[in-house]
């Protein structure tokens, strides 16, 4: 019998991401339970084994749900089913006065226990199944903000010990590859949530975009996310260069900096005033332009005031941000 063209969708990434991997060294697959998750464990149990390496399993109990406990025994049994080596579940307390919503506190604690887990279980690589139609909806909901290329460019391939090689692969083939293999998916409630403006943009926003330029704007917005991780890949390692020298000299040097393009200032300047400790989702491109005007538009003006508090001002040819 051949190969289901969804299964091969999903195996054929699984088995590139897994190709630099030595033979008996562990890959951890993150499994939530839902459809990419675990078309990428059976993915990886396939691929994996085929190559000798250990398969192990980790799901996160966020305990945010009623019922979270047995949600994740079920991913546990299914896992072991699948034929991972061996998997680990990971409880994690949200912490409510982290300043962050819970959604991204939790999945900052999330990313934490994966890292600590994988460790655990000797795996040199941690396994997320974020698909192309998430890429292309974290593209559309940037794009709705007015973000700038750090956000378009939308999620990392890989970073640190994780890697997604479900990112070019459409979220139907996840779930008909689960369907044809008759494995039993989790229906996250909040995916059918309205509340959630993800949740909207992935029924209602995106069908209608594909309806009406045709088929392949998901693709596309995926392709767009592509190019403009290489743009701001090369603008990083400009700007890691000045910061490395500021970091040195106390200060940005203000001859060298205003002579630098303007996505170059600005990337500079935003990572700056995050490094001197304004909370990254209180600093707008209003303060970043503000500050640019100490570079450029110098009327004198003594300091900028910054969340934090953090303020920035010109001393003796540096441009310093610190505490308030
Ligand atoms: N509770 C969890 N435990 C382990 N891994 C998780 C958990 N939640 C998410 N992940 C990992 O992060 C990826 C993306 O998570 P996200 O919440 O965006 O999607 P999801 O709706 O949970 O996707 P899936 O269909 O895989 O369940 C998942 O595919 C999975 O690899």
């Known amino acids: 019998m051949s190969l289901h063209p969804s299964v091969a969708a999903v195996r054929l990434p699984v088995r590139a991401g897994l190709a630099d991997l030595d033979a008996a060294e562990a890959v951890a697959v993150a499994c939530s339970g839902g459809p990419d998750s675990v078309a990428l464990a059976s993915a990886a149990v396939f691929e994996g084994h085929k190559r000798g390496l250990r398969v192990v399993g980790v799901t996160v109990d966020h305990g945010l749900q009623d019922g979270s406990a047995d949600q994740a025994d079920r991913v546990v049994r299914l896992l072991a089913a699948l034929g991972v080596d061996e998997t680990l579940t990971a409880r994690v307390a949200v912490d409510p006065g982290s300043g962050m919503g819970p959604e991204a506190a939790a999945r900052e604690a999330r990313y934490a226990v994966l890292e600590q887990v994988a460790t655990h279980l000797g795996a040199v690589r941690v396994l997320l199944g974020h698909t192309l139609d998430d890429q292309a909806e974290t593209v559309l909901l940037g794009l709705a903000r ?3 290329g750090r956000s378009l460019r939308g999620m990392r391939p890989g970073f640190g010990v994780f890697a997604r090689p479900l990112l070019g692969v459409r979220r139907d ?8 293999e008759g494995l039993e998916v989790w ?3 909040h995916n059918h949530d309205p ?5 909207r943009v992935r029924r209602r926003v995106l069908p209608v975009l594909e309806d009406e330029l045709g088929p392949g704007v998901a693709e596309a917005l995926a392709r767009t996310a592509e ?6 890949a090369l603008l990083e390692e400009l700007a890691d260069g000045l910061l490395d020298r500021a970091r040195r000299e106390g200060g940005l040097d203000v001859a060298t900096l205003a002579g630098a393009p303007p996505a170059l200032r600005h990337r500079v300047l935003h990572r700056a005033v995050l490094e001197a400790g ?3 989702a ?6 970043v332009l503000e500050v640019d005007r100490l570079l450029v538009d110098w009327r004198g003006q003594r300091w900028i005031d910054l969340p934090g508090p953090r303020r920035a001002a ?3 040819g540096l441009l310093v941000v610190g505490p308030a």
């Open 187 to 189: 229906d996250d409630p």
């Open 282 to 287: 209180e600093v707008t491109r209003g303060h």
């Open 227 to 232: 190019q403009l991780r290489d743009d701001t």
């Open 278 to 280: 304004s909370p990254a």
């Open 314 to 316: 010109r001393r003796d």
């Open 146 to 148: 007015g973000s700038g």
């Open 195 to 199: 509340g959630y403006t993800r949740v």
């Open 173 to 180: 083939d996840t779930v008909t590859a689960c369907q044809v």
